[in-house]
């Protein structure tokens, strides 16, 4: 079975600065990860999504993530933080069919002027 | 491309009454899902669709959730009686056939 941890449930970053949101998974199958952002009272947005190919995956909004097999992880990163990156963050696996998709109980990030 | 359309964005009931929520997903979406989001938390999955037949319900409270998606295409997800913890946000979401979900806008619900 897949699951999702989310280190910090909350992080907070200056305007410009590095966003790092990290995600580790647990999965018996070649997962496939994905990360999404929730605004307030939204749904949630597909920002990226890693299913086999390459290993760093570029996405909306300047947000990119790198799969590292080794480590279990999917870490997602931005270089600079603006002030509309706040929301909260979830990452989530699933197998390459699309099953048990489960998703983590998400990072909520702020960004201070 | 039209998104996941949900109905309605919020409801109120009391403890014991009913409540349905509705869902269109993105045309020829095939596999559909209903998720259960509560304050703070991620979405859990409550039941999933592949057209008409449910694939996975295994954390549907079936004692008093009940969905269904006549014809493949639109869903409904009832709860009868609710009480004061299913108060969350109900998303829907359909999944592309390249393997992501995307979401409808979720419809909160409070159980007062």
């Known amino acids: 079975a897949q699951s999702v941890t989310q280190l910090g449930s909350h992080v907070s970053v200056s305007e410009g600065a590095l966003v790092l949101l990290r995600c580790n998974y647990s999965?018996?199958?070649?997962?496939?990860l994905f990360w999404y952002v929730q605004y307030p009272n939204q749904g949630l947005q597909l920002l990226l999504k890693?299913?086999?190919?390459?290993?760093l995956v570029k996405g909306i909004n300047g947000f990119e993530a790198e799969f590292k097999k080794s480590e279990t992880s999917f870490h997602l990163t931005k270089p600079s933080a603006h002030m509309r990156d706040a929301a909260e963050y979830f990452c989530?696996?699933?197998?390459?069919?699309?099953?048990?998709?489960?998703f983590g109980p998400g990072t909520r990030l702020s960004v201070l002027p | 491309e039209a998104g996941v359309a949900q109905s309605p964005r919020y409801k109120i009931i009391e403890k014991r009454q009913s409540v349905a929520f509705w869902c269109n997903p993105i045309?020829?979406?095939?596999?559909l899902y209903w998720y259960q989001q509560i304050l703070g938390q991620g979405p859990k999955l409550l039941i999933q669709?592949?057209?008409?037949?449910?694939?996975?319900d295994s954390q549907l409270p079936k004692d008093r959730f009940s969905a269904e998606r006549l014809k493949g295409v639109d869903s409904t997800l009832k709860i009868q009686p609710a009480k004061l913890e299913d108060s969350a946000v109900y998303l829907c979401?359909?999944?592309?056939?390249?393997?992501?979900?995307?979401f409808g806008p979720g419809t909160r619900l409070t159980v007062t």
């Open positions: 890693y299913t086999s190919a390459a290993t």
């Open positions: 999965s018996s199958v070649p997962p496939y």
């Open positions: 669709f592949q057209n008409n037949g449910v694939v996975d």
């Open positions: 979401a359909s999944r592309h056939s390249t393997g992501e979900q995307y």
């Open positions: 045309s020829g979406h095939a596999t």
């Open positions: 989530a696996v699933s197998d390459n069919y699309g099953q048990n998709f489960v």
